[in-house]
């Protein structure tokens, strides 16, 4: 059973940075793509990005293209979300989440969900 910890979120400011960090255990995610999600108040979980087990391909939602980057070391089972520029609308809770099936843009396409972890971003 892979369990997975989300962390790094805060309280931040417009245009300042931030990196969430996640970490499985248990059975490893080897071989498995990762995904970052978010989810606000009131609003569906949406997918913020998605990177494949060689790293070879990022995906990204266009609300947050150029300025978020994933990024994943396999060797420490640890998957990262660089959040530059962010902004009010960024705010939400941040999952990640191991991806079982071929859509990296469908929810559904994930499972072994982290417990999130909050950004809050100030204007």
């Known amino acids: 059973q892979v369990q997975l910890v989300e962390s790094g979120g805060g309280l931040v400011q417009a245009g300042d940075s931030l990196r969430l960090s996640c970490e499985g255990s248990?059975?490893?995610?080897?071989?498995?793509?990762m995904g970052w999600f978010r989810q606000a108040p009131g609003k569906e979980r949406e997918i913020v990005g998605s990177i494949t087990w060689s790293t070879t391909f990022t995906y990204y939602a266009d609300s947050v293209k150029g300025r978020f980057t994933i990024s994943r070391d396999n060797t420490k089972n640890m998957v990262y979300l660089q959040m530059n520029s962010l902004k009010p609308e960024d705010t939400a809770v941040y999952y990640c989440?191991?991806?079982?099936?071929?859509?990296?843009?469908?929810?559904?396409?994930?499972?072994?969900w982290g417990q999130g972890t909050q950004v809050t971003v100030s204007s």
């Open positions: 989440a191991v991806r079982t099936q071929t859509n990296p843009f469908q929810v559904d396409s994930y499972q072994h």
């Open positions: 248990g059975r490893t995610f080897s071989g498995y793509g």
